[in-house]
């Protein structure tokens, strides 16, 4: 359940990255193309290595809703044992044309002076399989392509590209070239050298807009045990770990978390049904938004959590947050404290232990990380290949311990809780908080979102981690108590940034559903706009309140992803997307996938790791913050949500929809 994989960033960062024909086992010294056929979306690629035949084969499905003119997808090759002969011409197999390596090449060259821009010292940004890059022309006017971190620093990046705009201007652009000179084909197989690391492959078909990236075989040893043997393992894990030792080490806080599930999980049997509305959609009204000193007043009344200062900067996609987390962990004095929900065991996840565990021997390290989250993404195969020999720790929790003293504290799970929360503090003068996690989706993969933030608030948020730490530890409940009562309340740095603004700090706890009432009511005060970006919108009453904005001429638009890592989800989104437009809301798909979890109404913003579904607001522990300051509001509807109008596509008309995205949408409304 992982983000999908554009063929043609392969084609910007060809030179920086290399899945060779030699990974699958087939000899390439001869430099002799394979034979393609296709027949639907099945490929059967037949080479001939050492004078003998050999067959790959892969087939993919079509995309439900391409965000744009070329839809894009990967495939794993499959070597058949037995290749057979070749498919006959009388056969449903046609014979697609194969470009050769040298062709390949040329028709980059030409791209590369396409995609960059004609200013010197001006380039383009791009994501790719194993990372991303920019391409730029230097101050001969050359074009250069680098790896980002090697981004000179004078260099103005005028675009950014996600892999399916990407795809789609490098695609178009390919097409051109293509129907120049074979223009009876309309199926190409694509090879591409890469400095002495053999050939990319990769398929093109004009006629139906699609473009496939064909991997090698995985090698099962890179995520670690058997999947089997790791699903056993995790399972007694959690009867044993989570339940048993949760209940004998945190028996007042397991038990409550517990029966708070038990009726949360009840109470969303009471959400509102989604039923057709016979309503006349009004136009939008264009009115003055909501009075946001009496709505803060609303919030200091009903939350209960205080005002506090702060300065709040937008960190947005991996490419910005993860150095700049990373440049603040090597300047690190005193101590870092990461609360994470998931950290995986990928090779950006090892990446991160290995920094974290090289600043342990000088100064603190804590790490909190949710069990059942952290394995569960751990057996997960990633959607982008892993860097060759990498192979992964079988527990991210031992190999955190191991050659450092990183201090780690899983959160268990009893009754099948969970905590969601990404929230980490450096110096305690530094918090970053959002959606990302440590992991290769958040790095290279997704649209997401942290925010760094300075000031007083910090002295809160690491008030919270202390008692969180103290929970999670050998003592349990009692030491949480402990803390509660004679733990030392930090100030944080004298000086508070003269950027600070007013941030309020919102939360899912035991029986304390902060971010659900405090959304909930803004969306009902809304006069002017909602804007809610999240790629798990499951939640009725979210829904409704939703609908019942726009039908009071409220200005409502709802980005989803156009892809999601969670495929039952997907469906039960593309039907609630139908539901909102046709009640006058207005939706939008981004291309990729979304993780952004963020709401602004009336220039109140709130967002962090909370989602739009029954999980995050009513069961799961969450973080989020919130603010009604002018400034940020204005930078953030700019920053995250005009930006993400701009680059999504606009639903114009219902997407068609089977019994099985219903029954997800209405299973997935329970959690």
Excluded at 262 to 270: D, E, R, V
Excluded at 285 to 310: F, I, K
């Amino acid at each position: 359940m992982r983000a999908k994989l554009a063929i043609v960033c392969y084609l910007v960062a060809a030179r920086i990255v290399a899945t060779s024909t030699d990974a699958w086992g087939v000899d390439d010294s001869t430099n002799a193309a394979p034979q393609a056929f296709l027949k639907g979306r099945q490929l059967r690629l037949y080479f001939t290595s050492e004078g003998e035949r050999v067959m790959f084969s892969t087939k993919w499905k079509k995309l439900r809703l391409p965000t744009e003119d070329f839809s894009y997808t990967v495939a794993t090759l499959k070597r058949e044992n037995a290749p057979g002969a070749l498919p006959s011409p009388s056969s449903s197999w046609r014979e697609i044309k194969v470009i050769e390596a040298a062709e390949g090449d040329r028709f980059l060259r030409k791209l590369a002076m396409h995609l960059a821009p004609a200013e010197k010292g001006h380039g383009v940004h791009s994501q790719y399989a194993m990372g991303d890059a920019v391409l730029f022309r230097d101050p001969a006017g050359n074009v250069r392509l680098v790896p980002f971190e090697a981004k000179p620093a004078d260099v103005i990046i005028d675009r950014r590209y996600g892999r399916h705009e990407l795809a789609a201007t490098a695609a178009g652009f390919i097409e051109q070239e293509l129907r120049a000179a074979y223009p009876n084909a309309t199926a190409f197989v694509l090879l591409w050298n890469r400095r002495g690391a053999g050939e990319f492959i990769a398929v093109l078909d004009l006629a139906e807009r699609e473009a496939l990236a064909c991997y090698p075989p995985p090698d099962d040893a890179a995520r670690g045990a058997p999947k089997l043997v790791g699903n056993l393992r995790n399972l007694s894990s959690f009867v044993l770990k989570d339940h048993a030792w949760a209940f004998l080490k945190n028996p007042v806080s397991s038990t409550s978390r517990t029966l708070h599930q038990a009726l949360q999980w009840t109470g969303t049997f009471f959400e509102p049904k989604l039923r057709q509305q016979s309503a006349i959609i009004p136009p939008v009204a264009n009115a003055p938004g909501m009075d946001l000193a009496e709505w803060e007043q609303w919030l200091d009344r009903h939350t209960g959590t205080p005002r506090e200062r702060g300065a709040i900067r937008p960190l947005i996609n991996g490419e910005k947050f993860f150095p700049h987390f990373e440049r603040r962990v090597a300047e690190a004095q005193s101590c870092i404290n990461v609360h994470v929900c998931i950290f995986d065991r990928d090779d950006i996840a090892v990446q991160v232990a290995d920094m974290l565990k090289a600043r342990s021997s000088s100064i603190e390290v804590k790490v909190i990380l949710d069990r059942l989250n952290s394995r569960g993404a751990g057996t997960a195969p990633p959607a982008t290949p892993m860097p060759e020999g990498f192979v992964a720790p079988r527990f991210i929790e031992k190999y955190l311990r191991e050659g450092g003293q990183v201090q780690v504290h899983p959160q268990l799970n009893p009754g099948f809780t969970c905590d969601h929360s990404k929230v980490f503090l450096i110096d305690e003068r530094f918090a970053y908080i959002g959606g990302m996690n440590f992991g290769r989706e958040y790095r290279y993969e997704w649209h997401d979102l942290m925010a760094e933030v300075e000031g007083p608030v910090v002295s809160s948020l690491q008030r919270e981690f202390d008692k969180k730490w103290a929970q999670t530890g050998l003592w349990g409940d009692c030491g949480l108590a402990a803390q509660s009562v004679c733990g030392e309340l930090k100030s944080g740095p004298a000086d508070e940034p003269a950027d600070s603004v007013e941030l309020r700090r919102l939360y899912t706890k035991t029986f304390n559903r902060q971010i659900r009432q405090a959304q909930l009511e803004a969306i009902g005060r809304a006069r002017s706009y909602v804007f809610l970006e999240n790629a798990y919108l499951y939640s009725n009453d979210m829904i409704v309140a939703l609908v019942r904005a726009r039908l009071r001429g409220v200005d409502v638009r709802v980005i989803l992803p156009g892809e999601n890592d969670f495929a039952p989800g997907h469906g039960s989104n593309i039907a609630v997307a139908n539901y909102l437009r046709r009640h006058g809301v207005r939706v939008y798909f981004y291309p990729g996938m979304s993780h952004v979890k963020a709401l602004q109404v009336d220039g109140w913003v709130c967002f962090g790791s909370a989602n739009s579904d029954a999980l995050s607001l009513r069961l799961n522990r969450e973080a989020n913050l919130a603010s009604s300051d002018a400034g940020f509001a204005s930078r953030f509807r700019q920053e995250v949500f005009e930006t993400d109008f701009a680059r999504s596509r606009e639903l114009k008309e219902d997407i068609e929809t089977g019994w099985g995205d219903h029954v997800a949408d209405a299973f997935l409304n329970l959690f």
